[in-house]
């Protein structure tokens, strides 16, 4: 019983982990069709700001939640601005540039931080769930997880600025006739996204180590948890976020964590085969 | 490096010079050793230390006044974590630099890309690193522990302090991780125990929440964990984040070799078990006395490690036997290696085995303690049996392979 409930926790710590590496790159690539092969490295990127900041004293939480996010948010607009605004449309230039970017990244934190794993502990102690412990942290991932699809939820849905940025995104044109700079819209979103993947790598930072090509372990997986979810953004991240963390765990649980993550490839391969355009391209067709 | 039309001449001038004037021309050229480390890139927490360990002992020959009355020249490259760059720059090293002798190599992968290049050229080598055991040829001189030298002293102490009867074992996926993780097994066997699961994780594995939920469900009496590199750090935090520290004790074969326990935090770090030849913590007048002249070369002692040391070691021995057969030539130098020569390094007595051309050394029972290595027992001496049950060099001197051994 006990380890069933242990199972539980990993399958929705693993659910929680696949929705924060993929939120980012929801928003720049499932709202904003950009490739974005430097997600990773935004990625990468938060987990430094963090240490960083965490080094120097911060309080990891505000490290974690408030900094990592606004230093990469900041990075992004930066990004925007030099490179991707010149790009939009241009997927396969996008692609190239992204990548180009990402490792202009790994060079210049290997060269300030050097190429040694670095790590914080994590911040909230482990507690015991009948004859188990558990990695109380999982706990802490879960939440922030379930908190930020709330959250993008409420700002896409509620918020005239959410609004604003769907229409901007479905027809550019027909939102700057009405007076907003498809311009400036780009730069935020794409703005927001980065801070996305900078919240994610710190959230992570305090479970695995941190090398400057980290990054890499994360991008085949965001883009195939965005892609699998089909058109709709938050709904499409919840659902493949689900399946596949589920397969993984139980797959990790019942033979090793190596074939989970084979299980989770295999998975996606017959998920985009079935629904070549995503499981919102059929199911939960009119949700966000 | 590069050779031009007028350093090729100028020299060539010099060299006709010297053979026709019968000056002893040799007498001020420099002896050059050759290196080869990764010294950037992702294994360069390895690297970096070994080649100033490799440079510091270089300096110490040359203050005493060299080898054989002659400087030692280093030429180092390096690899930058890319196996192609080895072979390259071995060809370089043995062709165009036309080294005396090749101390480097990290993974059991570079070491196998070179050896045979240095074999056939009659370069000798030194692979200064610990590894898994097997290697057999008589151009190579390797004075890392193997695994029966550090998992025959490890497993019985960390199971007699813990009074384990059931082990659980978690092996990095390739051969060291395989062959150590087969080691384990056999010297748990040979203490009354018994290994309840063996799991091999592939070196890029972060992500270690089911395998800390399986080993619980299987509560074994101790994990034994030979996990390599920054991803699979990550099952040392995740299992103290789980609160497991209390309730299993750890030990390991490879934590703390690139000073990995600096990198963890006290909390994570303190207890786990290890066996290694050299601490910083040992209390050894030479100990003390190759950390003041690191200290005083590079700043601070912090950096030092195992392979570092080992790398030290290397070149202390081939200094050795150079002295030793009073010559360079490769055959010369190898048979005063095979007389069974000795270094006293900061690891303590290092000693050539003429069999197998490993090394037998001192062995340290180790506890991680706010992060250092503190030193429980010292096993002087320790074979390296792996390797002396399937190569003898004195038999078979044309011997060329790693065996793979069977246990």
Redesign the interface.
């Known amino acids: 019983m006990d380890f069933i409930l242990v199972i539980v926790v990993e399958v929705l710590y693993a659910i929680g982990a696949l929705v924060l590496i993929s939120a980012g790159l929801a928003v720049i690539f499932g709202m904003m069709r950009v490739i974005n092969l430097a997600h990773g490295e935004f990625m990468m990127l938060g987990g430094y700001a963090t240490i960083t900041a965490v080094d120097l004293g911060v309080n990891v939480f505000l490290a974690m939640l408030v900094l990592a996010p606004a230093v990469v948010g900041v990075l992004g607009l930066v990004v925007e601005r030099l490179v991707i605004r010149h790009l939009y449309g241009r997927l396969i230039d996008t692609m190239l540039a992204t990548w180009g970017l990402s490792l202009l990244f790994v060079g210049i934190v290997t060269m300030v931080f050097g190429n040694t794993t670095t790590g914080i502990s994590t911040p909230i102690p482990g507690f015991a769930l009948g004859d188990y412990q558990v990695n109380g942290y999982n706990f802490f991932i879960v939440l922030v997880a379930a908190a930020l699809l709330f959250l993008m939820l409420a700002v896409l849905r509620s918020t005239r600025s959410g609004l604003i940025a769907r229409g901007t995104m479905q027809h550019a044109d027909m939102a700057a006739s009405l007076g907003y700079n498809p311009d400036r819209i780009y730069m935020l979103t794409f703005a927001c996204g980065s801070a996305l993947s900078g919240l994610a790598g710190a959230v992570l930072a305090p479970l695995v180590g941190l090398v400057p090509t980290s990054g890499g372990a994360y991008i085949a997986k965001a883009f195939i948890t965005v892609i699998a979810g089909g058109p709709a953004l938050i709904a499409g991240l919840a659902s493949s976020a689900g399946v596949f963390g589920l397969i993984n765990q139980i797959f990790s649980f019942a033979v090793s964590p190596v074939v989970g993550e084979v299980a989770l490839l295999v998975a996606a391969v017959v998920l985009l085969r079935l629904l070549p355009r995503g499981i919102t391209d059929r199911l939960f067709r009119e949700s966000l | 490096m590069s050779i031009n039309r007028r350093h090729f001449l100028g020299g060539s001038a010099a060299l006709t010079g010297a053979a026709v004037l019968g000056y002893p021309a040799a007498a001020a050229d420099a002896i050059k050793l050759g290196s080869v480390l990764d010294s ?3 294994f ?2 390895y690297g970096k230390p070994m080649d100033m360990a490799m440079r510091l002992a270089v300096a110490d020959i040359n203050n005493a006044g060299g080898l054989l009355g002659r400087p030692i020249e280093v030429v180092a490259y390096d690899t930058q974590s890319d196996m192609a760059l080895y072979s390259q720059y071995a060809q370089q090293l043995t062709r165009e630099d036309q080294v005396d002798v090749v101390h480097g190599g990290i993974l059991s992968a570079s070491r196998e890309a070179i050896r045979q290049i240095l074999r056939k050229s009659g370069t000798l080598y030194f692979y200064n690193v610990l590894y898994e055991g097997g290697v057999c040829d008589r151009n190579i001189f390797i004075n890392g522990v193997t695994p029966a030298q550090q998992v025959e002293a490890l497993v019985p102490y960390a199971m007699n302090k813990v009074g384990a009867r059931t082990v659980y074992i978690l092996a990095a ?1 390739y051969n060291y991780g395989q062959i150590t993780a087969k080691w384990i097994q056999k010297y748990v066997g040979d203490n009354g125990g018994e290994t309840v699961s063996v ?4 070196l ?11 080993i ?2 299987t509560a074994p009496d101790l994990v034994i964990a030979p996990l390599v ?3 699979h ?2 099952f040392f ?2 299992w ?5 520290k209390a ?1 299993i004790p750890l030990a390991s074969t490879t934590l703390g070799v690139g000073n ?1 326990h600096k ?1 963890l ?1 006290a ?2 770090g303190n207890g786990i078990m290890v066996a290694y030849n050299y601490s910083q913590e040992l209390d050894t007048p030479k100990n003390a006395e190759f950390k003041r002249k690191w200290a005083a070369a590079y700043g601070d002692d912090t950096a030092i490690h195992e392979i570092a040391v080992s790398n030290y070691q290397g070149v202390l021995t081939w200094a050795a036997a150079v002295r030793e057969a009073g010559s360079l030539e490769r055959d010369s130098v190898v048979a005063a290696l095979e007389t069974g020569i000795s270094v006293q390094g900061p690891g303590g007595t290092v000693t050539v085995d003429p069999r197998t051309h490993h090394a037998v050394l001192d062995v340290h029972l180790m506890e991680i303690e706010n992060q250092g290595m503190t030193v429980i027992d010292t096993l002087p001496r320790r074979q390296p049996i792996d390797t002396q049950a399937v190569c003898d060099l004195e038999a078979n001197p044309d011997d060329n392979q790693q065996y793979e051994i069977e246990i």
């Open positions: 950037s890139g992702i360069d927490a996926d799991d091999f994780f592939p890029d594995v972060s992500d270690f929440g089911s395998t800390i939920a399986k619980q469900s590199g920054g991803a750090l990550s935090r995740q103290a984040a789980a609160g497991m309730r990995e990198v935090t909390d994570e």
